[in-house]
């Protein structure tokens, strides 16, 4: 069993609890990998080309024995049509709307890479080769008092941030916001923006205070999953948890 910190609001540490078992799981940065990827995978849209692309002119070919090549050809001009080897011709294995994207994941191998993705919260060396900014005194997980649930506002968040040494790693969250690059900044998804803070709290009301901290997210213990404890399919994410969050923490989903 491993000692952590409970935090009270004023940043100051109030008590040690021990961690529950959970947070001994091995490290399985493959099955982490594994399990994100599934998980992407199954959100993704089907699409696919109208299958009459490209087929709809009205075409004919001369046929053999004229000396000439025997491609469909535009009935309204000598354009070549049809034919996938033709300029302007249709696509020859062009992508289909009835494709299945979906992948599949065993039971025990989805629950083992949640708990190691819970586990590598606690590391300090895995949390920090992720990017994340924190005052290296603190112990992780953060685990903080109840009171921090009734936190109503933004600045007040801040403030309890500032004070356990964890705000640098919003500010890097913020000052990481970045144009996307390629075509999705045509499509709704201009600005790439880095993952900070994960809260899990048993309360939802942190949601409307946190809510405005770029990159922080928040989530109840039963909503974990591996897109909110390994972004990106990379494990050690800066997690803070509330004192009743902890106690429902038993062994993951």
């Known amino acids: 069993m491993t000692k952590v910190n409970v935090y009270g609001i004023d940043g100051v540490s109030t008590e040690k609890i021990d961690l529950p078992e959970v ?12 399990a994100f990827n ?24 001369v046929g053999k024995g004229r000396g000439s090549s025997r ?19 249709r696509r020859a294995h062009p992508p289909k709307a009835e494709r299945n994207w979906k992948e599949k994941i065993n039971k025990k191998e ?45 600045k007040e968040v801040i403030e309890i941030f500032e004070k356990i040494g964890i705000y640098d790693d919003v500010l890097r969250a913020a000052n990481g916001k970045h144009i996307r690059a390629g075509r999705g900044k045509m499509r709704g998804r201009k600005y790439k923006i880095p993952k900070s803070i994960l809260i899990v709290s048993t309360k939802e009301n942190i949601q409307k205070s946190s809510g405005n901290l770029t ?39």
Do not use: W
């Open 23 to 34: 947070f001994d799981t091995a490290y399985r940065p493959d099955m982490i990998r594994k």
């Open 38 to 61: 599934v998980l992407h995978s199954n959100k993704r849209q089907s699409y696919g080309a109208d299958p009459y692309a490209g087929t709809k002119h009205a075409t004919a070919s």
């Open 71 to 89: 491609v469909p050809r535009l009935t309204q001009g000598r354009t070549a049509a049809l034919a996938p080897c033709v300029v302007g011709g």
């Open 110 to 154: 989805r629950l083992q890479s949640i708990n190691s993705a819970l586990a590598a919260t606690a590391d300090k060396k895995i949390v920090s080769n992720r990017g994340h900014k924190f005052d290296d005194k603190i112990t992780l997980p953060i685990i903080i008092d109840d009171k921090f649930e009734k936190t109503k506002k933004t």
């Open 215 to 253: 990159g922080v997210d928040v989530v109840k213990p039963d909503q974990i999953n591996i897109e909110y404890l390994a972004p990106g399919g990379d494990a050690g994410r800066l997690t803070i948890f509330t004192k009743s969050a902890l106690m429902q923490i038993r062994g993951g989903k």
